[in-house]
């Protein structure tokens, strides 16, 4: 047996003129989750109370609705869709999920046995509706305090506090065929929240479920006044901590909560207050400022002062004194503060290294040494080569000076007297005249 859609739409006064019978429902009342469809024949007449769908019968599913069909206490068929369809016994169960999607097909497979009368005709029929729209006008309200923990971040703020909430909060029928099978069952016509414990207890799960969702909207730094803005985080929360006992067990979700008002105790507030003031004055500008202010205030005080102002003004000098600390030291403070922090000094050049001592020698080990043997490995101070020496002092080799390059002077020459033989001791810088014989030396006593 299954439905076979018919038409788009459904059009309750030309339905009778077309088919022998057919079931609908009228618009079910937000607080009716489950009714009972109604059975029509041909002539108009109501067959409620007749459980038997004669094959070929119409459906009539509308907007909101979602219809199954109990036979013998079992589900066969399952219509999410809207729609006309036609009851067709002799096709095999279907299943039009609509909004519901893979969902409903899950657990109508899950809840569907294979059912067969053997040719006979079945001996119960029963179509009912479910009202999926959001079941509105839930209201709650917190009895007693529920604990909420205040994190402030930027103050280093973690206490925990209590609040008082109130509002309301809608329900959808989420998977009708679990709702049907847990709790509606085969009404004889309609399932009304009202009537049944099933909303008082729902009251007392969503109260219960407050605190871990609190917990966990805590944990963003929400505070307790701003959570009337934060109700799309409270229901996701909510949904978590009501999973198994909402969701799992009986196909119900939540769909959105409301909250008119939070209020915490004045103690709890006034400790909140404290510990923002605290943190405020960490800054030496808001100290100072709120210092100010207390002393301004407190010499209007004493200027009001019935035993003589006077007095008042010497024992607020003698507790300003005993503070040891003033407003301007920390309007100082905060000037200091404020202030751009100074560039670092650029780093120093590292200083030229020494230049080696004139007399110095470096050893075939690499050792730098002054002495006559080196202090690395103890080998003594090379012979210096043969060579000239530069008016800059530096001995060389060659035809230049290595270090200021000045040219290699000419050989100074050797002199002996050209009259009598005599010959200076330094006979490159003979005296002008032989002391010998007289005679002048010049060109002529140059030795050849």
């Known amino acids: 047996m299954g439905l076979i859609r018919a038409l788009a739409g459904a059009v309750s006064n030309t339905l009778k003129d077309q088919w022998l019978e057919y079931f609908y429902c009228e618009s079910i009342p937000s607080d009716v989750l489950m009714v009972k469809g109604k059975h029509m024949n ?3 007449g109501n067959k409620g109370n007749d459980n038997v769908i004669t094959n070929g019968s119409t459906i009539v599913v509308a907007d909101g609705q979602c219809m199954i069909i109990v036979e013998q206490g079992r589900i066969m068929e399952i219509c999410a869709e809207p729609g006309a369809y036609t009851y067709d016994i002799g096709s095999q169960p279907s299943v039009f999920s609509g909004k519901f999607g893979a969902g409903l097909v899950a657990s109508f497979k899950q809840f569907w046995d294979d059912f067969k009368h053997g040719g006979e ?8 509706y479910f009202n999926t729209k959001d079941i509105m006008g839930n209201r709650f309200g917190t009895q007693n305090p529920v ?24 329900f959808t029928i989420e998977d009708p065929i679990l709702f049907y099978s847990r709790i509606a069952g085969n009404v004889a016509d309609e399932f009304r929240l009202s009537d049944s414990p099933l909303q008082q207890q729902m009251k007392s799960e ?13 944990e963003l730094g929400v505070r307790p006044s701003a959570l009337p803005g934060k109700t799309v985080e409270l229901k996701d929360a909510m949904n978590v901590a009501l999973k198994d006992e909402w969701v799992a067990n009986r196909g119900i979700k939540l769909s959105k909560i409301t909250i008119n008002s939070v209020t915490i105790p004045k103690e709890d507030e006034q400790m909140i207050k404290q510990a923002q003031l605290a943190a405020i004055n960490r800054n030496p500008n808001m100290a100072a400022a709120t210092m100010v202010t207390a002393q301004a205030q407190a010499m209007q005080d004493a200027a009001k002062n019935t035993n003589g102002a006077m007095n008042a003004f010497m024992g607020m000098g003698m507790a300003q004194n005993a ?3 003033n407003a301007g030291q920390l309007f100082a403070m905060g000037q200091q503060q404020a202030a751009p922090t100074p560039a670092p000094p650029p780093a120093a050049e590292p200083a ?4 080696p001592a004139a007399d110095s020698w470096t050893c075939s ?6 002495g006559k043997f080196c202090m690395s490995c103890g080998n003594a101070k090379p012979a210096p080569a043969a060579g000239w020496t530069c008016s800059c002092g530096t001995v060389n080799q060659g035809k230049f000076c290595m270090n200021c390059g000045s040219k290699k002077p000419a050989d100074a020459p050797l002199y002996r007297c050209d009259k009598c033989g005599w010959t200076p001791e330094d006979p490159k810088n003979p005296p002008k005249f032989c002391p010998e014989c007289g005679d002048v030396f010049d060109e002529n006593d140059v030795q050849a």
């Open 147 to 170: 604990p909420f923990r205040v994190v402030d971040n930027n103050i280093g703020l973690d206490i925990d506090v209590t609040v008082r909430c109130n509002g309301e909060y809608m």
């Open 323 to 325: 503070g040891g600390i």
């Open 206 to 218: 969503f109260l219960d479920a407050l605190q871990p969702a609190f917990a966990k909207i805590s």
């Open 42 to 44: 041909k002539k108009g």
């Open 352 to 355: 030229p290294a020494a230049a």
């Open 121 to 128: 005709k079945a001996v119960d029929q029963r179509v009912y």
């Open 365 to 370: 080990c690499g050792q730098t040494n002054t």
